[in-house]
């Protein structure tokens, strides 16, 4: 069981850069997706989620820039972030919920993936 996030890297202020998270080992389609960051000292926040039905939610620092979506029949979900801001620059972790709702807290997903890193950087 596994998940492999990818796509994250050098971004200037305004850019975009979308992230994905592939799943292997276990199938998404009963599972919440969320994605979660964590910058240098700071304690990893909940940054949004699909549940398994569809609906999605954000924090708010992102609503209105972020998109998640997840594609069950390639077994990914995705994070496509829009005029990204310096305060974006952290790692960003995915990670899957059985349960399939929504959840905001790290302690209620049960696999993530290994992290990726985002700079948002002139």
């Known amino acids: 069981v596994q998940l492999q996030a990818s796509g994250g890297g050098l971004v200037q202020p305004g850019g975009s850069l979308r992230l994905s998270c592939a799943a292997s080992g276990f199938t998404l389609d009963y599972y919440a997706m969320g994605w979660f960051r964590q910058a240098p000292g700071k304690e990893r926040e909940w940054v949004s989620c699909i549940a398994s039905d569809g609906t999605t939610d954000y924090a708010d620092s992102v609503k209105g820039r972020f998109a998640i979506s997840r594609d069950d029949a390639k077994n990914t979900a995705s994070l496509q972030m829009y005029s990204v801001k310096p305060e974006d620059t952290a790692v960003y972790y995915c990670?899957?919920?059985?349960?399939?709702?929504?959840?905001?807290?790290?302690?209620?997903?049960?696999?993530w993936g290994q992290g990726t890193q985002v700079t948002v950087s002139s």
């Open positions: 990670a899957a919920d059985y349960n399939g709702g929504c959840p905001r807290s790290v302690l209620v997903y049960d696999y």
